[in-house]
Each structure stands twice: as structure tokens, then as C-alpha cells.
Antibody
Framework: QVTLRESGPALVKPTQTLTLTCTFS??????????VSWIRQPPGKALEWLAL???????YYSTSLKTRLTISKDTSKNQVVLTMTNMDPVDTATYYC?????????????WGQGTLVTVSS | EIVMTQSPATLSVSPGERATLSCRAS??????LAWYQQKPGQAPRLLIY???TRATGIPARFSGSGSGTEFTLTISSLQSEDFAVYYC??????????FGGGTKVEIK
């Protein structure tokens, strides 16, 4: 059974750095083809893909947010961490992590429930 | 970046009727297109991938079609649990993934 769960602060101040952790089970990020994405969704708005890390530790970022994002993994802990620097109120959103098994299809087949992050002073 | 445009933004449909949702890509994405359903307060759920293949456990009333730049999600007979927001996502430009703006299917 595949599960993912996001964790991190619910509230951050402008200019601070956000650190989110995705803890997963039911698969291994050392398996060839396995990837984890981060996606966010501002309240009432659409989904936005942020970053992806794969089994080979290759990392990819949204072009528009590339300078602010860092994604990493700890395979032994089954965790993927996303950091976003210089947070702004427009970054207020629900942040999701989701799995892609690229050996099958390049789509997000399992999602976490999301964590709402509010940026406010 | 490939831009995905969904229309209409809101679709009002009566239960039992057919719903047709559109998704257009700014350049060809071949058949590398997925559809997701999102209900209030929930994470998105994968419905369709490869433009027309239903994901595991998805009812047959959901069907996808199209290729290149024009795609359609059809719900043949809307059930109460189908009222939700639907997103398309391209993965042709892997790994630079992009989602559409969503279509809300509401009860008429």
C-alpha cells in the first residue's frame, strides 16, 4: 500500500525559508524509475508543479521557481525534502508530494493529503 | 514551457447528463496527457493517462480522447460523486510538467 504524507510548518514569515518533508511508504526511491514530485495549490487556484527528484538523484525544478527551490532525498528514511527560500505571501498554498513511477507512466499515481502553508507576518 | 488551457472554467450539468471538458496544449504533447479529479479538501486523483487509458479503479463512464494539442475528457452520465474540479497535465516535456487551470463541474 503506497502512502505519502507531507509535514512542515503551517505558518512562515515573509523572507523565511520553508522546509517541507514528504514521508512515504509502500515503495522505495532507490527503485529504478521511481520519482517524487512536489506540487502546490494556492487557495481556490490551480495546481503548479514545483520540483521532482528521481531514483538516480537527478533533480528538476520549475523554471520560474528554480532559484528558490532545493529538493533532496533520504532513501534510508523514505523521505523527500523540499526547501523554498525567501517566502512571500503569494506562496501561501497547499503543498503536495506525489509519486511517479516512470517505468510505467510519467503521471502522479499517488498523492499525499497536502499541507497548507500560510505566509504572513 | 508548454501551457495547458482548459475550457470551460465552469461547467453546469444535471445528474445523468454528459459532461465534455476540453484541454488544449500550446504545442504538441503527443498522447502524453493525464486527467485528474479533485474534490474539495482532497488531493487530486489520477483518472486518465496516455490521453485515453483509465487508471486503476476508474469507472468506465470516464473516457479521454485526443492527441497533439487537443484533448477531451468525457463523463458519460454524471453521478453525484463526479461533481469536482478536473485538471489536465502534460508530461511530454518531461520532467517539466505543467497543469491546466482546471474545469469545475457543478450541479445545474
Amino acid at each position: 500500500q503506497v502512502t505519502l504524507r507531507e509535514s512542515g510548518p503551517a505558518l512562515v514569515k515573509p523572507t523565511q525559508t520553508l522546509t517541507l518533508t514528504c514521508t512515504f511508504s509502500g515503495f522505495s526511491l532507490s527503485t529504478s524509475g521511481m520519482c517524487v514530485s512536489w506540487i502546490r495549490q494556492p487557495p481556490g487556484k490551480a495546481l503548479e508543479w514545483l520540483a521532482l527528484i528521481d531514483w538516480d538523484d537527478d533533480k528538476y525544478y520549475s523554471t520560474s521557481l528554480k532559484t528558490r527551490l532545493t529538493i533532496s532525498k533520504d532513501t534510508s528514511k523514505n523521505q523527500v525534502v523540499l526547501t523554498m527560500t525567501n517566502m512571500d505571501p503569494v506562496d501561501t498554498a497547499t503543498y503536495y508530494c506525489a509519486r511517479i513511477y516512470s517505468s510505467v507512466q510519467l503521471v502522479h499515481d499517488y498523492w499525499g493529503q497536502g499541507t497548507l502553508v500560510t505566509v504572513s507576518s | 514551457e508548454i501551457v495547458m488551457t482548459q475550457s470551460p472554467a465552469t461547467l453546469s450539468v444535471s445528474p445523468g447528463e454528459r459532461a465534455t471538458l476540453s484541454c488544449r496544449a500550446s504545442q504538441s504533447v503527443s498522447s502524453n496527457l493525464a486527467w485528474y479529479q479533485q474534490k474539495p479538501g482532497q488531493a487530486p486523483r489520477l483518472l486518465i493517462y496516455g490521453a485515453s487509458t483509465r487508471a486503476t479503479g476508474i469507472p468506465a463512464r470516464f473516457s479521454g480522447s485526443g492527441s497533439g494539442t487537443e484533448f477531451t475528457l468525457t463523463i458519460s452520465s454524471l453521478q453525484s460523486e463526479d461533481f469536482a474540479v478536473y485538471y489536465c497535465q502534460q508530461y511530454n516535456n518531461w520532467p517539466r510538467l505543467t497543469f491546466g487551470g482546471g474545469t469545475k463541474v457543478e450541479i445545474k
